[in-house]
């Protein structure tokens, strides 16, 4: 029989469960070009989207909700807003950066089987809300928190997701029926993908390299140099190992 994972801490976390969590983190990716067009079994979507309703949020307010958009149609026209701004977005940049800009796909509306469209609602607590004083936005940061969640819960079950931030939102909003006072945060795609990627897109593009964190670390003030970490241990090490890191192999399907 094999030995039971050790266990991690007093609320039965196991080393097994913490390395399969991080393995997840590090093996998230913005999906745009590698959705497969198989259904989403309405159970693994269901259980995405409690997850994304679990994350936290000040005052325990909760103000967000999840609008599925299927109809291809109603896509279709997302996707129009989509181009549009893209072609704004190019204006931005010149010469080469400009050239690899318009050689991205930025976005799958159509190739997902699914959108999903995460909104707030700032007055979902009504005008007081504990934790919310000085800081008005709150209600902003905890739905970008259900965003997170939805999108490690999402690679949890083999799905891949892609955040369609080119939008302008008052049409997305017109185009969606979203109420005034409402506000679109995320525009997501979302479905099984072919691979998922070894590293980010953007990344094997050429577009951006990610930063190291230790030039990100302050000690009490801003500025002040804090102590350069270990480097990461055997927790960590995994995670670009296996198919929840992008060698090509197709999860295991959950219905």
Request: with cysteine; charged share 30%; aromatic share 8%.
């Amino acid at each position: 029989m094999a030995p039971r994972a050790r266990r991690a801490g007093s609320d039965g976390i196991t080393d097994r469960d913490r390395e399969g969590f991080y393995r997840v983190l590090y093996g998230r990716r913005d999906i745009r070009s590698q959705f497969l067009p198989d259904p989403v079994p309405e159970a693994v979507l269901r259980r995405v989207l409690e997850a994304a309703h679990h994350a936290p949020s000040v005052g325990f307010m909760q103000p967000w909700d999840f609008l599925v958009v299927r109809d291809r149609e109603l896509r279709s026209r997302v996707r129009a807003n989509f181009e549009e701004v893209r072609r704004e977005g190019a204006e931005q940049f010149s010469g080469e950066r400009r050239r690899l800009y318009e050689s991205l796909k930025l976005e799958g509306i159509l190739d997902a089987p699914l959108n999903v469209c995460v909104t707030c609602d700032p007055d979902r607590a009504g005008p007081a809300v504990l934790g919310r004083v000085r800081v008005r936005e709150v209600d902003l940061y905890s739905t970008c928190l259900a965003v997170e969640n939805l999108w490690l819960a999402a690679r949890a079950e083999g799905l891949g997701v892609g955040w369609v931030s080119i939008l302008d939102p008052e049409r997305l909003r017109a185009l969606l029926a979203i109420p005034p006072g409402i506000v679109p945060i995320a525009y997501l795609t979302v479905g099984f993908v072919r691979e998922f990627p070894p590293q980010p897109e953007l990344e094997a593009k050429g577009w951006a390299r990610r930063a190291p964190l230790d030039g990100r670390i302050f000690l009490d003030r801003w500025g002040s140099a804090y102590p350069v970490g270990p480097t990461p241990g055997s927790v960590g090490e995994p995670v670009r190992a296996g198919p929840l890191a992008g060698t090509g192999e197709r999860p295991l399907r959950r219905s």
